[in-house]
């Protein structure tokens, strides 16, 4: 099967809003609740029919799509963001490699989205912490670990950090899903022009 530059483009505005409340969290200890539970519905969602399926919509994209946007017309405006969104992709690398760690993660969240079901949010904290504790466990120990910077007031909360931890798995399940759907680092050198119309045709 075969998907557009439409497709992928979902994929990395997935990977771009979950660090984007990475760095938020980081910074100020707070996070936006759809955006976090769009992010961690994408995580639930491993048999989706659609890559829009995996967020629920492509309308549940529309800040990552705009922080795509403002990256490829060099307006970003935070330079930390782009450098996490790299990691998060070399990490991706490694991980589909493991097949331990990639069934390890795939175990605990089949056993996540049944408390899920419970509590009927993916957002909850008690799931945070389930995913947060997952990555800890599992793409957390592989290379290259990806460091977040911030506020240490903030870093130094467990919850925070859970919480970090929980979007950086999002994250790179997103990443997983951008190189399923034929994304590589080849894009951003010779489609750039193709991905921005991409990127403009959701966002109208």
């Known amino acids: 099967m075969s998907f557009s530059f439409d497709d992928r483009v979902l994929a990395l505005a997935g990977i771009a809003q979950a ?6 969290i980081a910074e100020t200890g707070h996070s936006e609740a759809a955006v976090v539970r769009t992010a ?6 491993i048999d989706a029919p659609s890559p829009a399926a995996v967020y629920g919509s492509a309308a549940a994209l529309e800040p990552g799509l705009r922080l795509l946007r403002d ?3 060099n307006q970003g405006k935070d330079e930390l963001l782009p450098r996490l969104a ?16 990639v069934n390890k993660v795939y175990t605990g969240i089949r056993r996540a989205n049944d408390r899920v079901q419970e509590l009927g949010e993916s957002n909850h904290p008690d799931i945070l912490s389930a995913m947060g504790t997952l990555y800890a466990d599992t793409i957390s120990q592989l290379k290259p670990r990806i ?8 870093l130094g909360q467990a919850m925070v950090v859970a919480e970090i931890r929980a979007l950086l798995l999002a ?9 399923q759907l034929g994304g590589s680092y080849w894009d951003f050198l010779f489609s750039r022009k193709t991905m921005v119309e991409a990127i403009n045709r959701r966002l109208r």
């Open 19 to 24: 660090l984007q409340q990475v760095r938020r």
């Open 40 to 45: 961690m519905d994408s995580v639930m969602r």
């Open 71 to 73: 990256y490829f017309s």
């Open 86 to 101: 790299l990691s998060v992709m070399q990490l991706e690398r490694r991980f589909v490699r493991e097949d331990a760690t």
């Open 147 to 154: 460091m977040v910077q911030g506020n240490p007031h903030y």
């Open 171 to 179: 994250a790179v399940r997103s990443a997983v899903l951008w190189r």
